[in-house]
């Protein structure tokens, strides 16, 4: 068994060598693909090609315009950013080429905040400037407006720290903090709700139910909460003492089983089964900035390129594993003749 993983590692390096050497050429996306991912300012985005355990980056995608802040679908369909030029949002459709992407109408110019729902049909932009909330649904084939909501009408609206919406586009949750406290809010087409004081560092919801997971790296503390539009009750599912420190992000198993709580001053990162009631801690061996979907049901990414070489964890047979995919195959890009 380890010599086969040897060799699977080595077949792995050995491709990606022969990939930098043959310059940019096309990817094979249409194949087997864990996902995309963004660097960590969301400007570059990589396809993973490949399965959990035997994956590696391909070249980063060609998209015609300069991007910040890109945010994937957890289905990997597409991804939404900022234009860089004018501070258009826009939408780029991933599961065919090109990926040219187009400005999603409606939506305001500016620095925002995105989030994407567990399916991927609805999308939430919020602007730092107007703190203007804008929640779509119709994604990715025909995105349109489901409500606006002006959060400077909140008490304490301070700095968005993170943001969520539900798949079926009627409520969003939101984090904020200023100089009096932090507050977590539920919004929706008739208003705003204050839910807590947590300080929500991340926010997630569950696929196709109003139910969301809220970590709070201040509190060091992650927890359920169900029926967050209605009368939200709380269920703590990590706290200080669970060896996950430094919260860096939280996100749920597609098919609702199990809630991952990434610790980048730990290098660990915690599994809920909710379940079956279960609890684990696992190393990672890294620093994870996150936790992101990926293609399957529960495969999740801890981190981005080219900070650092992009840990995977796989919890599809119920047991963690932590996988690593090789770096970026270095070569000159015939596009720029920079090497890269």
Not at 64 to 75: K, L
Not at 225 to 238: F, G, K, Q, S
Not at 263 to 279: F, N, Q, W, Y
Request: hydrophobic share 45%.
């Amino acid at each position: 068994m380890r010599l086969f993983s040897n060799l699977v590692l080595i077949g792995l390096l050995l491709t990606s060598a022969m990939a930098g050497a043959m310059g940019p050429v096309s990817d094979p996306i249409g194949g087997p693909a864990l996902g995309f991912s963004p660097n960590s300012d969301g400007s570059i985005v990589w396809p993973i090609i490949g399965i959990p355990g035997a994956s590696l980056l391909g070249h980063r995608l060609v998209l015609g315009t300069e991007i910040q802040g890109a945010v994937i679908s957890p289905r990997q369909d597409y991804l939404i950013a900022i234009r860089v030029e004018d501070g258009q949002p826009i939408l780029s459709r991933l599961t065919s080429e090109p990926h040219e992407p187009s400005p999603i109408a409606g939506t305001r110019h500016g620095q925002t905040a995105i989030g994407i729902s567990p399916a991927g049909p609805a999308a939430a932009l919020f602007d730092s400037d107007s703190k203007v909330l804008q929640v779509l649904r119709g994604f990715p084939a025909a995105p349109e407006i489901a409500f606006e909501f002006d959060a400077s009408t909140i008490s304490g609206a301070g700095r968005l720290t993170a943001l969520a919406v539900s798949d079926d586009a009627s409520i969003a949750l939101l984090g904020f903090a200023d100089s009096g406290g932090d507050s977590l809010w539920v919004v929706n087409a008739a208003g705003s709700r204050f839910i807590s004081s947590d300080h929500a560092s991340s926010i997630a919801f569950i696929l196709n139910s109003h139910d969301a997971v809220v970590s709070d790296a201040i509190a060091g503390e992650a927890f359920l909460l169900r029926r967050a539009d209605d009368i939200p009750a709380r269920m703590l599912l990590v706290s200080p003492s669970d060896g996950v420190e430094g919260l860096a992000g939280i996100a749920v198993s597609d098919d609702g089983r199990f809630v991952v709580v990434a610790g980048a001053a730990s290098g660990t990162v915690g599994i809920v089964d909710l379940e079956r009631s279960i609890h684990t801690v696992v190393s990672c061996n890294c620093r994870p900035s996150g936790v992101y979907r990926m293609t399957g049901t529960a495969v999740f990414r801890l981190n981005e390129p080219p900070d650092a070489i992009v840990t995977i964890l796989d919890l599809s047979s119920g047991k963690p594993r932590i996988l690593i995919i090789p770096p970026e195959p270095k070569a000159a890009d015939a596009r720029t003749g920079v090497s890269r």
